[in-house]
């Protein structure tokens, strides 16, 4: 059959970073259709067209205006099409890409996958835009879905999909996931434009940071065993983790830098150092084959599985930069709330020892959780000033579907959404989230607070190199943009905040 898989355009607003990042994922369901003898295309919105596109409510629209993308769709007259729904934030242009489709081709079938269909799959069948929902692990699901399709077999027989009969949602047996990760094909990378993520994507790296334009994305493993309690991630993986072998991997970054001079590896992994030995194997690898690539971890690597002996390999292997997910500056909260397996005296110590290796840290933190107060807030500022790092992303919780901290949420009616609508919108530059101990605009008070005082942590601690570092000064700008427009023009303009103000004691 002819297959179109589509990522939608992103609808941003004013002020938050847009990324650009090989679309991973559909990449790996194309390859799997290719195998299976199918013929594949792909458009993803974002990188045709990365130009932002503003409307009069102050959104963005990153990717190829509607008309343009239904032009293009219309020129290929596919069979199938393959729609992206792995953001809860992004559905709504999910659903109206769906909606464009039926208008030009009723006949044409849709199906639709990733986080969010896992997380909502039977509210995302309702909306009755996409005709068959799969959910968790996607490449042997679609593959059975398109025989089904093409050979009249009945649905029933195919695990791992939703879809409606009769107008009732039925959802088909689970699939069982994929065990050896080295049988699937490596992502169809000469179906997509590689030459432009090599292009734009510096400016728009998951990581923020890139050390070299012709960079891509690599997954060494799946999943998580872990239970922090904001993840999302176990809504597709479960609380699994299947990895690749060390040398599986390799082959494909050796082919990447073969074939399309890869210099750089972001290895968007959740736990790529989890087990040491597989780790030193992999890192050593890059050494022996001579790959002479830098590498770095966008998600972040678990601090309990450092060790110096590792890093020490790590630097010798091309790592440049590390993330790393600490949450809290007290270990209560990361013990109990957040609920990860991390030590912040570890954490203190890994610092130094990357510090010692020449290897820049970022840091990853959350506010906002339900459990939390505003001393254990400023605790987490607290932390961030004590401990020298050289950057910072503080996160505002958000509830998104699938996580304990929705289900908390849901429970204690700690935030204003609508729980029977698949588009439930998430806005990660605002607090979702009041309870007994906070507000949501305290939360975001705190967090703007955090990145001001830690800019002044940085400047006290080496004032040479923050004065003649180029990024710091951008990094102040796009804060005072974001003071800017938070708290002056928004309030000018009258503009709603996305969340109720809710009144609470401290």
Known sequence: MNILLVIPPYTHTKGEHQFIVFPLGMAYIASSLEKAGHTVSIIDSIIEDPTPKGDSQGNYLFGLEWTKLMDKIKQINPDVIGVSCGFTSQFKNTEKLCKLIKN???????????AHASALVEKVIETGLIDYVTFKEGEATVVELMDAIEKKIPFSKVKGIGYKVEGKVQLNEKRPFIKD?????????????????????????????????????????????????????????????RPRSPENILDEVEQLVKEYGVKEIQFEDDNLTLIKDRAMKLFQGIIDRKLNISWTTPNGILVNSLDEE?????????????????????QEIVDKVVKKPLSLDHCRNMIKVFKKYNIPVTGFFVMGMPGETIQNMKETIQFIKENDFDDILVSIASPYPGTELWDIAMKEG??????NSASYEVKPKYSTISTKEFTAKQVEELRNKAYIEFQLSKLKRHPVKFLTSQRNYITLGRYFR???????????????????KTVVTN
């Open 482 to 500: 974001f003071f800017l427009h938070d708290r002056i023009l928004d309030p000018l303009t009258n503009k709603k905040r996305f969340v109720k």
């Open 181 to 241: 990760l080295d049988s699937l094909p490596f992502p169809a990378r000469h179906l997509l434009p590689m030459e432009k993520y090599f292009k734009y994507g510096k400016n728009h790296a998951h990581n923020f940071i890139t050390k070299h334009s012709r960079y891509t994305t690599v997954v060494a493993s799946r999943g998580c065993p872990y239970t922090c309690s904001f993840c999302s991630i176990h809504t597709v993986w479960e609380r699994s983790w």
């Open 104 to 114: 030009f081709n009723p006949k044409i079938k849709i199906f639709g996958g990733g």
């Open 414 to 419: 700690y935030m204003e959404h609508n729980p």
């Open 310 to 330: 590792l890093i020490r390999v790590m630097k010798k292997s091309g790592c440049y930069r590390v993330n790393l997910g600490i949450e809290s500056g007290n």
